[in-house]
């Protein structure tokens, strides 16, 4: 086997679907499907090729087209494995692993949605990813202006991101294919939505390019594997149909614990570019679920690829990683957060600012100050439109516009925060008062705004916000 890692960088926003709606907010992914890769090769490839090599390259599953996941400090993270909670209480401190142990005398919530990069001393960093929202509208070009009643919104991976994904070709592809499909995804490629339009431009490089010697299986000592899912997964049943709860996932002997599984699921409906027509709906258990295996007899190497649609990269697993360290009595987890990191944080780009001049460390600790001011007024625009978006519709009308333009007022007012909650959130402060306190009960309007505000630390939030929705009709 032969595995080659490649680095990518995202040149413009990428746009990658959750879905292939046309209508309505586009949300995107938090990683890139390895079938982005397999579309760039198979653009660029598949014509060249003859019957026997199409199906080698492209259907017969013998080269995995992996997902990229962020590169972080140098390493390819991994998705928040599903059994990890951590205690609501702030002044409560570390992970448990809900797979065995019992249950600790607090109160947990489940980790999601973050990625993760694990190191040898325990240590773990977290970084979400970094994600930009747009408004777009249609072009009529016979008009010359932007059709009426075509809206679109794009939420989409940040420009400047650093990813990583890899590609692994068993034993019965020549070098020759190997080498081909290597030169089709250097330099600067197109992924995901909007292509022709300011959306997708990544640049790929190599990372490494190594030969992979069988993983020699390991014989466990427990009678039991945690099986994660470092890639989406999807099974069929024995009638040829998409299953949620498989029989196994790859192993001869052991069965599944369902209790003791944390799974969660997702469901999509591929887009087949070359019918320009969707495919069936594709239904699957999502990466970073984890499977408690009792019984186990046989060896088992410490990676595999399981299910279905392997070739796209979905499949891979990872047989008790290190990350599942924990006591078992009670299954805190030996791991602890070491801290958040931005997406675009890798070792290569870090620079040590004793080395520079003065002039340059002044310059770069501007630059750096610019870059922090302009994340916080893009976080600032992003949550307001996409409170807009979500809840606009529930304060249309002429006394709505003047009540935002009221608290607008206030919260130009208020020195901070904690005064303008006051002036609106108090028992006695505006959105409590007469006719207003009556309008703002229905339909949970209070609750969503106050929602808002909590989440929020600067005022100007709260004065965009004001000013977005006063305009609302």
Avoid at 113 to 129: G, L, M, P, Q, R
Avoid at 298 to 312: A, F, H, R, T
Wanted: glycine letters at 6%; proline letters at 3%; one cysteine or more.
């Amino acid at each position: 086997m032969k595995r080659i890692v490649f680095n990518c960088e995202l040149l413009t926003d990428a746009v990658i679907s959750q879905n292939t709606a046309t209508e309505g907010s586009q949300r995107t992914l938090d990683f890139i499907p390895g079938n982005n890769f397999l579309g760039i090769v198979a653009g660029k490839m598949y014509s060249k090729l003859n019957g026997p090599e199409q199906y080698s390259v492209f259907h017969s599953g013998n080269i995995h087209f992996g997902d990229a996941h962020p590169l972080l400090k140098g390493k390819r993270s991994v998705r928040i494995p599903s059994s990890w909670f951590t205690p609501k209480d702030s002044k409560q401190e570390g992970i448990y692993i809900r797979n065995f142990g019992e249950s600790p005398d607090i109160q947990l919530e489940q980790m999601r949605n973050t990625f993760i990069v694990v190191n040898d001393d325990h240590s773990y960093y977290k970084a979400e990813i970094e994600k930009s929202f747009a408004i777009k509208s249609a072009y009529d070009s016979s008009k010359r202006k932007s059709e009426n009643a075509m809206m679109y919104g794009y939420q989409s991976l940040k420009r400047g991101g650093l990813w990583q994904f890899e590609i692994v070709f068993n034993d019965l592809v020549s070098d020759a294919l190997i080498n081909n499909v290597k030169q089709c995804l250097e330099g600067k490629v197109s992924i995901g939505r909007s292509k022709t339009a300011q959306y997708g431009s990544i640049n790929i490089t190599v990372h490494s390019d190594v030969e992979l010697v069988n993983p020699h299986p390991v014989k466990y000592q427990q009678s039991y594997v945690l099986i994660y899912a470092d890639a989406r997964l999807i099974f069929f049943d024995d009638f040829g149909q998409l299953t949620l709860r498989p029989k196994d996932v790859g192993l001869k002997t052991g069965r599944i614990n369902w209790e003791k599984s944390f799974i969660r699921t997702f469901q999509y409906a591929p887009w087949n570019g070359r019918r320009q027509a969707r495919d069936a709906d594709r239904c699957g258990i999502e990466k970073g679920s984890v499977f408690y295996v009792e019984n186990i007899e046989s060896e088992l190497p410490e990676i595999m690829y399981v299910g279905e649609y392997q070739n796209e990269g979905f499949g891979k697993v990872l047989i008790n990683p290190p990350f599942f360290q924990c006591d078992p009595v009670n299954g805190k987890s030996a791991y602890y957060c070491e801290g958040k990191l931005p997406v675009d944080v890798n070792a290569s780009r870090l620079m040590d600012n004793s080395t520079l001049p003065e002039t340059d460390s002044l310059l770069l600790a501007y630059l750096r100050n610019k870059k922090v001011n302009t994340s916080i007024h893009d976080s600032i625009y992003n949550n307001v439109n996409r409170f807009v978006t979500d809840f606009g519709g529930k304060f249309k009308g002429e006394s709505f516009a003047s009540q935002w333009g009221t608290i607008r007022s206030l919260a130009y007012e208020a020195k901070d925060m904690k005064t303008l909650r006051n002036m609106l959130f108090d028992e006695n402060g505006y959105l409590y008062r007469g006719v207003t306190a009556m309008q703002w009960e229905k339909a949970y309007r209070r609750d969503v705004f106050e929602h808002f505000f909590n989440q929020q630390s600067k005022i100007e939030a709260i004065i965009n916000l004001a000013t977005e929705m006063a305009k609302l009709k």
